[in-house]
């Protein structure tokens, strides 16, 4: 007789190497352990929360929701929290919210099977080395799979938990990505989405230590090898690490596509310095015009973070002369947050708020009228896209290669296809167009 099977409700908070994560989650306990999953947090017998801590607001927010968990869950469902919060937290977590049953760290993914069948169960070592680990197939996107390259960071920038979090950046051995790229392939994936803290510095550290002289651009040309691979994507890049070469195969190699992710987090010099990050507003601008110069309709997107500590009018204004030099077609701003066990959080000359948010304001404002002027000279342009959902009222919705978001027209046929578009009717967030055959 078998089994009926046990539901799985997840939430994943955070970046991408989260959603990747989960992926990983929900094939362990789907492969190995007999779950399904399920979208209605009632019915399920284990909820999982994978946490993200990159600013504190989430953070907060995670013990009102395991409290609301609590009062819809089935009668002896358990309760597991994962991810980067789980990581810093740890035991806390449990302390206090006594219903949680395991705490499992951001690299600790491939013991989830242990952790659900423990009372009570607290992993969060963030020297343990997933890099081999052969955790089985899922993937949420038919047609988009996310493959890691490299986990944890070595790069410890002075705002940033994630080195607390997810430890000592790690490579992944070139075969085991490749073969991963082949079985995503295999399936039905048409692009091929490369993940990591700091892509570009890939090849600095295997576990394998025979594994030598392969680097982020050998790697992409590799992957960009296989068979049936059509679109290459990746992220996070750091800008410190785009050397010519890396310009180089990015702007010739047909399969990656023409979007790159250059976090800037500040355009002054000097706060650059305090935050770590090893360039300078020079070296930003220079990489960033050059690969202007070098790749038609590149689309350059960016994250910047305003008022870190000790920044002054002038740094802000450094910012903003970046944002209008580079003319970002995508920004993430945040606000700083002091974040534990960083060293910025105990720099002594922290900003006001009313100030921060005064300074996001304007950079958000500066950014809508660039981005309303780079949307609206898209009209008439032609894109190819690649159809991943069918919306109401027969909007397909995809990315062009150049990662604008549109929307055409068209049938369930679409899908998983990559079409050219023309673009008729181009707004802030979506550029909408009509399809040509
Ligand atoms: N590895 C990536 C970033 C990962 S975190 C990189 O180097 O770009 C994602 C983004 O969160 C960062 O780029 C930064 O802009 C933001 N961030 C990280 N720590 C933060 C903090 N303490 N306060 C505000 N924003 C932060
Ligand atoms: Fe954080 Fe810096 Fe590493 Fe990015 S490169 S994850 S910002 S420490
Ligand atoms: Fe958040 Fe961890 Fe990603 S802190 S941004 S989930 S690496």
Known sequence: MQNSKKKLYIETLGCAMNVRDSEHIIAELTKKENFKITDKANEADLILINTCSVREKPVHKLFSEIGAFNKIKKEGAKIGICGCTASHLGEEILKKAPSVSFVLGARNVSKITKAIKEERFVDIDINYDESEYAFGEFRSSPYKAYVNISIGCD???????????????????????????????????????????????????????????????????????????????????????????????????????????????????????????????????????????????????????????????????????????????????????????????????????????????????????????????????????????????GWLSGRSDNNFMIQAKGSEEYLGKIVDVVITNPKRMVLYGEIIE
């Open 155 to 393: 790069k410890r920038c002075t705002y940033c938990i994630v080195p607390h979090t997810r430890g000592e950046e790690i490579s992944i051995p070139p075969n085991i990505i490749i073969n991963e790229v082949k079985r995503a392939v295999q399936s039905g994936a048409k692009e091929i989405f490369l993940l990591g803290q700091n892509v570009n510095n890939y090849g600095a550290r295997f576990s394998d230590k025979s594994i030598k002289n392969i680097d982020f651009s050998d790697l992409l040309e590799m992957v960009s090898e296989v068979e049936g691979v059509k679109r290459i994507r990746f992220t996070s890049p750091h800008p410190l690490h785009m050397d010519d070469k890396f310009l180089k195969v990015f702007a010739t190699n047909p399969k990656i596509c023409k979007s790159m992710h250059m976090p800037l987090q500040s355009g002054s010099s000097k706060i650059l310095k305090e935050m770590k990050r090893g360039y300078t507003k020079e070296w930003f601008l220079d990489r960033a015009l050059k690969l202007r110069e070098m790749v038609k309709d590149v689309h350059i997107s960016t994250d910047v973070i305003v008022a870190f500590p000790g920044e002054s009018d002038r740094d802000f204004e450094d910012t903003l002369d970046v944002v209008k030099k580079v003319r970002f077609e995508q920004m993430f701003s945040f606000k700083y947050s002091p974040r534990p066990l960083t060293k910025a959080a105990k720099f002594s000359n922290q900003i006001a708020s009313d100030i921060a948010s005064k300074r996001l304001k304007t950079l958000q404002d500066l950014h809508r009228e660039i981005i309303d002027d780079i949307s609206l000279q898209q009209e008439g342009k032609t894109f190819s896209v690649l159809f991943e959902e069918l919306k109401d009222r």
